[in-house]
């Protein structure tokens, strides 16, 4: 520096300058020690560590939370599945190892080199898994030979463990690998390739809970790989447990029931609104997801034209047929269209413009009021009602009962359904609306559709008094030591539009439907238990003159429906049936409601009798 | 208006420093991409070459204005550092779960990093006018403490919290340096150790988590402990005299994190052992006393207090992160000056080593 110093009024920094530079020093000091400890001191020794990096991380993988049903009966849990890894740094030499490895698990030594090197496993100390979920044989074998299997590590793992096969298979749904878009994304950032993730069901929509969070520990190995000590450990964090709201044995009596028949059944506890029961048929086996899925396998399950995949509970969309009628019944009521004794004959048809529309009777059921209209179904009171209120106030209606939108039930693809009315026909099809449509409206065909869970809820509202609840799925929420984090308390999501006194009016006819010697269910009458219910058939052809005689293909056949709670004077279950091409709602669908009626009571009854 | 003086008293000693350090950053460079070929993209050591030289240029051109045109322009910087800032809270492209970038497309810059010098020059401005024997008292405090606290809340926003720390660390040096009023001192550190706990004790539980890891990574082996561990085990197996160049193999096999910005200091010495590292360690000490000489010639406030301004964030960079690959500090994102990997570090970097010569130039005004 070649700056003359001269005195100046503002020196005041110089002594400063001093006192800071030797803080500096100082703070270098520091490094310097603590530079000389590390590479002269204590060199050799981070040197050895450094040669095979002998330092790893490890990862400790979260156990999945475990289902229950709603009384605890264990529904989902993990087993332990053995995995074989190769660590190809370790494995030298590599050739020679997987040529020995091959023999024990029968997978072709060229075959396990390409997957290695798919996996940029080569020359690299990450662990790559040849074969998952081995059996015992392979294992033993492997464990015996490991001497000259240096660089293969022994894995257990922890595999979903689904305890009934094909049991509420689409309420608690399946897990799958991790897709590579999901991987990219932050959200998913503690997931890694090859992780499984909730695809299906409570599976997927309580994946955050049920994941728990994974852990790892820091080990140093020796020149083998082999672990010498663990240094350091996070521990995992368990995945919570849920609880469900449904019944084992109701469940199973369900799908047992739907066996051999395609539909579903949808059972409520029609006070809380919680599913005691959710079966759709055909269902799946969710182990199959476990293991890897054929192709083949896979494309039966796609390619079925039952529709194994689909939950058709909560996302089949039907008409209701004359399940219906409640609403018409009540928009009538309500309406002053009629009162409890206004009558309107009934000849077996009704000649409305140029057309005839027919009763399921074709003798007719002469005069009729609208109590002994509901237990007979019959068609000819609804039509004249109906054409009285016009599609818009009835949609009005059915919109308010729960139709044409999803009940929140805790599923993806929940269906929402059609309420049709003027202006939306006018929209979607651009045409006028005819009123002799309302006619098939009014007792459920035309372009209604609903599905099983609508149905469901809205049965289950009648019978309480007029709430619609949110169905619930899952109880609650447990952490591993049996801490609430999660509580699903009821929630109405609406009210019938519709007085105490019409309730207990259309009460009195769905009570008839069973009870009374002319009701469309007197089959399925049960002394022991007052049962309530509707009835159902609904065309899935067009509506024009059928002969009943004639056996139809199976695939015209009509839907059988039948939405019931019992016992009568004070529900605790509110259930709909649905049989796809099941043809009478109440030979069809009726006695499988009454089986899970008396299932459900009795084991409410005698809770103890099973244990 | 050029002073043909100005050439005959360029100060090409400290620019020889600096390009020493900037050879060694390059190499050292050379040495990660090379060590992973395929699997880093090799234009990085391209784009940082690119860097060093838009350095030196606006390192010249910084060098032919004045200095007292900071003095001038002061609180405008100031402004354009804070709105800068600002726009990255907005703007700003999300890299693993923060914002601390804006993209230009060619070039993506850290705002933070220029915040640094944008809060040097108006402390040295204010504190050139306030300071005097008796020390600063709390209401000269008030002005700086404002100007701190501003970008110091944007930056632990991104969230950036090393990078805000760093801040005020070289706020409070400067203060210090400037000299506090002994009153007011006592009264001050009175108060941080009243108000520290009461602030704790209304952080939530999850914030004081992320504390104890930023002071002790133990508290984290899948994470930076992790890393820690991988860069002493680097910094030790180099030993008395260093694997050689491109010898690393901590480096090679990838097991040492952000090996090419913050944690490139555990290469060097894996590589160049202890020698090499003290020899790095004094090419920095020589630096920042060179820096220091400037500040100690220098006749004006301004112009020393910038200087040493500078000199603190230097020197605090280099301290902290050293000091953190060798398990010393708490991990945190704060590069090694002319060395790590970044355009946003070395261009604010070169920005210091401009006025640092633009300072050491001017003294023959005085004369």
Known sequence: MNLNIKNSDIGWHKKRVEKAAILILAAFFVLIIRLFYLQVIKGEKFEELSRNNRIRLQQIPPIRGLIYDRDGKLLVDNRPSFDISIISKDAAPLKQTLANLARYINIPADHLMEKIKKEKGIASYKPIVLKTDIDRDMLAAIEVNKFNLPGVVLTVSLKRNYIYEDCAAHLIGYLGEIGAAKLKDKKYSDFKPGDFIGKFGVEKKYEDFLRGKRGGRQIEVNAKGQMIKVLNTVKAKLGDNLYLTINLPLQLKAEELLKNKAGAIVAINPNTGEILAIASSPAFNQNDFVKSMSHHKWRSLIENKLKPMVNKAVQGEYPPGSVYKIITAAAALEEGIINPETKFRCSGKLQYGNRTYRCWKKKGHGAIKVEDAIAESCDVFFYEIGQRLGVDKLAKYAKAFGLGIPTGIELDSEAAGLVPTSTWKKRKIGRNWQSGETLSVSIGQSYNLTTPLQIAVMTAAIANGGIRYKPIIVKKVCEADGTVIKYNASQATGRLPISDYTINIIKNGLFKVVNSGRGTARLIFFPKIAISGKTGTSQVASSKEEDEDVVKEYHLRPHAWFAAYAPSDNPEIAVSVFVEHGEHGSRAAAPLAKEVIKQYLSEKEMPDLRR | ?367
């Open chain 2, 1 to 367: 208006m050029f002073d043909r003086r100005l050439l005959y008293s360029f100060d090409w000693g400290f620019l020889i420093i600096v390009f020493t350090l900037c050879f060694v950053g390059g190499l050292t460079l050379y040495s990660v991409v090379e060590a992973e070929g395929f699997l880093f993209n090799r234009n990085i050591y391209i784009k940082q070459l690119i860097w060093y030289g838009s350095g030196f240029v606006i390192a010249i051109i910084i060098f032919f204005f004045n200095y007292k045109l900071f003095d001038k322009l002061a609180y405008i910087i100031y402004g354009l550092s804070i709105i800068l800032l600002i726009c990255v809270l907005i703007f700003g492209k999300h890299v693993a779960g923060a914002r601390r970038w804006i993209d230009l497309g060619f070039f993506s810059f850290q705002p933070s990093e220029f915040a640094k010098i944008g809060l040097i020059i108006p402390l040295a401005k204010h504190y050139a006018k306030t300071s005097d024997s008796e020390g600063l008292t709390f209401s000269k405090l008030v002005k700086p403490l404002t100007l701190t606290l501003l970008p110091f809340f944007l930056i632990a926003r991104q969230p950036d919290l090393g990078t805000a720390m760093l801040l005020v660390l070289i706020a409070g040096s400067m203060t210090i340096f400037v000299k506090i009023e002994k009153k007011t001192f006592s009264v001050l550190v009175a108060a941080g150790a009243v108000i520290s706990p009461i602030i704790w004790f209304f952080l939530k539980d999850y914030q004081k988590l992320r504390v104890f890891t930023f002071l002790s990574p133990e508290r984290d082996p899948l994470g930076t402990g992790y890393h820690i561990i991988q860069s002493k085990i680097a910094i030790g197996s180099g030993m008395l005299a260093g694997k050689g160049f491109m010898e690393g193999k901590q480096n090679a096999l990838l097991f040492l994190p952000e090996h090419h910005t913050d944690f490139i200091f555990s290469v060097i010495a894996e590589e160049w052992g202890f020698i090499g590292s003290i020899a790095i360690l004094f090419l920095f000490l020589l630096l920042i006393f060179w820096g220091f000489n400037i500040a100690y010639s220098c006749r004006d406030s301004f112009g020393a207090i910038l200087c040493v301004g500078v000199i603190i964030m230097i020197t605090w960079q280099v301290v902290v992160n050293i000091g953190m690959t060798m398990g010393l500090m708490p991990v945190v994102g704060i590069p090694l000056p002319f060395i790590s990997y970044g355009g946003s570090s070395v261009l604010t970097v070169m920005i210091g080593v401009g006025i640092l010569l633009n300072v050491s130039m001017r003294g023959f005004m005085y004369e």
